[in-house]
């Protein structure tokens, strides 16, 4: 679609398990992100990572724990999850996040996350 | 603080009757503006943005967006509907000013092209 994959796309997990969820972008940009899209709610940044660097934190508990190995790759490290952080999990990239950037992002499609 | 709201939560419109979607938005300096699409099960496919000059802007699909500083608005548009439009329309912005700030998002607005 757009030059980002996401896998899985869907993903069933109990609270007590650990999984992780991948994304990569064959764009060549710099910046990627983690989203939660929840039904009824406006989607929620988690995380970004410019140049490889967290830069964006928002308050996000810590069983969810993010990686970037590298500018192609994100990772979304899952633990001891709730039943409300099921949800769709989108990641996306984009040229450049600092200041003034006007580039938008890309999204991957998704992993439908159930927790039970 | 920089936020951008989407009055509506549905749009219902006739297959080949204009449509328009709603954004309003708030931002200190000047503002960076993106309208995205998300059809079922997809993730968001970005269709326009402004960043300076007309204040009307082109995009896919057939849509455009029209910039009004005044009423700081970035209405989408399009003059003739189709079914396929159907789907959940987000509005967003950052502040060009704000520093290494991430895009704000709108809650989205559902469009339904009723045939």
């Known amino acids: 679609e757009t030059g980002v994959t996401q896998t899985p796309r869907h993903l069933v997990m109990g609270m007590t398990n650990k999984k992780s969820l991948k994304c990569e972008q064959h764009?060549?940009?710099?910046?990627m992100y983690w989203y939660k899209q929840s039904a009824k709610k406006p989607l929620e940044l988690m995380f970004v990572y410019s140049l490889e660097e967290r830069v964006e934190n928002n308050s996000v508990p810590s069983r969810f724990s993010p990686e970037c190995p590298n500018s192609s790759h994100l990772f979304l490290h899952l633990h001891t999850l709730q039943p409300e952080d099921s949800a769709l999990y989108l990641c996306a990239s984009s040229l450049g996040g600092g200041a003034g950037v006007y580039n938008e992002q890309f999204f991957g499609p998704g992993t439908r996350l159930t927790v039970l | 603080a920089q936020s951008v709201a989407q009055p509506e939560d549905q749009v219902n419109v006739a297959e080949g009757n204009p449509l328009t979607v709603k954004c309003t938005y708030s931002v200190s300096g000047n503002p960076y503006l993106f309208w995205y699409v998300q059809y079922p099960n997809r993730g968001l496919q970005f269709l326009l943005k402004?960043?300076?000059?007309?204040?009307l802007v082109k995009g896919s699909y057939g849509f455009e967006a029209e910039f009004n500083k005044s009423q700081t608005s970035f209405h989408l548009k399009k003059p003739s509907a189709l079914v396929s439009d159907s789907a959940l329309y987000f509005c967003a912005v950052r502040d060009a000013a704000a520093g290494n700030t991430p895009l704000v998002f709108g809650k989205g607005t559902r469009l339904s092209v009723i045939a």
């Open positions: 764009l060549g940009h710099n910046a």
């Open positions: 402004y960043i300076t000059g007309d204040n």
